[in-house]
């Protein structure tokens, strides 16, 4: 939804405009007290002292905050300073979304909560048929406000909607993988697949065994990115998947006659 300058929607812009280094003020008071904590210390920086710190050179040249994804998409086609003021509202919306999975956007109604940001992205966190769902921003194409009241389930917020969706979203599934990966690869496994790594045995000739959990066999097309890097052991039938997958792959690349 689009506004003129100087209307509400403004605001949100606006708020950006305090003194970066204010706000840094308060990061390096955070930071000074939590190293205080770990040395059984306790750090008071007086207005004085903190200005000194900062006379010898401004925050907001040591410190770069970038929210954006490595290698981000385009920018959304929905601004989202707007729908943050169209939210306040309370009313349900109807929205084209476009899932991941699907080229077209389809249109429905949601009952939404708020926003989220994690990981360099924004999403839209709403009842959909009376069950949380996340609505990534960059997949949303548009949104109307209703004049009916957002219909929320009783006893819930922004806040424990947004933790149960990011626990099924993280929980680490009932299959068990074990692999075997070139111990140069480790960073980016733990990058890559974060929690869903289980274990990691200590490094032999090179190579490191890993247990990864997946909710289904299926998801070991994740692990197709090692490349050589990587070979499945257990159990079969994901072995068997990745065998297929690369052959698969491998027959597409080759060359032609």
Known sequence: MNRPPGSPASQPRAASS???DRRLSTFALSVASTAAGRHGGIVLLSGARLNA???????????????TAWLAAPAAQVDIADLALDLRRRSRLEIRYRRSAESQATARVVDPYGLASKSGRWYLVADSHGAGRLFAIERLESYRSLAEPARLRAGQRLGTVWDALKERVEEAGEVTITARLREGQLDRARRILGARIHGI???ENGWCQLTIRYPEPESVRQLLQFADHIEVLAPPEARERVRELATDLAARHRCKT
């Open 53 to 67: 710190v900062q006379g010898l050179q401004g925050l907001a040249d040591l410190i770069v905050v970038d929210n």
């Open 18 to 20: 305090f003194s970066f």
């Open 201 to 203: 045995a200590p490094p």
